[in-house]
């Protein structure tokens, strides 16, 4: 999947030129001021945004703190572009949330190299959290609001996960969004879409109660909300890259752990 970008800039020769450094390698939004890139947010997926500071309006610094305040976009990594060469203008960039803080002029490869190693940041998180029977949701978090987000979701899903038709309209309600802005958050998020994400929880779940050793695979296959034992166990196996009797196996004997059928 292409990454989707936001670039933010009132000068349409920067606008141009940053489309012909980025465009061959992500899909791109193109705003001229803050007020045209938050309606783009709240129609689109965005991974991460290019902005300039100096702009009439919405300048960048405070788009920057707009977006970062907001739970439904502050999980997105902003890069901020300025032509500021000062000590004061780089604590305030960091100061509202900026990600990474690029001064003019700078080269094509260091912009794309700065993009590049924070969406690769990103992803080793999401694929870490995705492939680790263990690891808390909250890894996914950067920021206190996202880990909030996170910790709130994580409680509904395991609360109702015996349920195989979780309801993701109840959901987003429960997270205080539409359904479209709770789907482009957790995509965002997660690289997963919000039934995915519950697929991943019921996994992990399964996976805490296949140590305790307590359960048949066909009973944990029901208490996480699997109606079908194949499709948890081609399920499991996808995510977590072993079946669940390999992971049986691959736990300490000593522990008893390897009689689960």
């Avoid at 390698?25 to 709240?42: F, P, R, S, V, W």
């Amino acid at each position: 999947m292409t990454d989707s970008i936001l670039i933010i800039d009132d000068n349409e020769d920067i606008l141009e030129f940053l489309s012909d450094v980025l465009d061959e390698n992500y899909k791109l939004h193109l705003a001229e001021n803050g007020e045209i890139a938050q309606t783009i947010l709240e129609k689109e997926v965005i991974n991460l945004i290019v902005s300039d500071i100096m702009m009439p309006g919405i300048d960048g610094f405070e788009l920057c703190r707009i977006i970062k305040s907001n739970v439904e976009y502050c999980h997105i990594p902003i890069v901020l572009l300025t032509s500021k060469n000062t000590y004061q203008a780089h604590i305030e960039g960091l100061e509202v949330g900026a990600d990474a803080y690029i001064q003019k002029p700078f080269s094509p490869e260091l912009l794309q190299m700065q993009i590049a190693n924070l969406l690769r940041n990103r992803l080793k998180i999401k694929d870490h959290f995705a492939s680790s029977p263990f690891e808390d949701v909250r890894v996914m978090a950067h920021s206190k609001t996202d880990e909030i987000f996170l910790k709130k979701l994580d409680e509904y899903i395991r609360k109702n996960i015996k349920d195989p038709n979780m309801d993701i309209d109840k959901m987003a309600n429960h997270m205080h969004m539409s359904r479209p802005t709770f789907y482009r958050k957790i995509k965002s998020l997660s690289s997963l879409s919000p039934k995915e994400l519950i697929d991943v929880t019921r996994l992990k779940k399964a996976a805490q109660l296949i140590t305790q050793n307590e359960f048949t695979l066909f009973e944990i296959a029901k208490m996480v909300g699997y109606s079908s034992q194949s499709v948890f166990g081609k399920n499991f196996q996808k995510h977590f890259h072993v079946t669940p009797l390999e992971y049986i196996n691959s736990i300490p004997k000593e522990n008893g752990l390897n009689s689960v059928t």
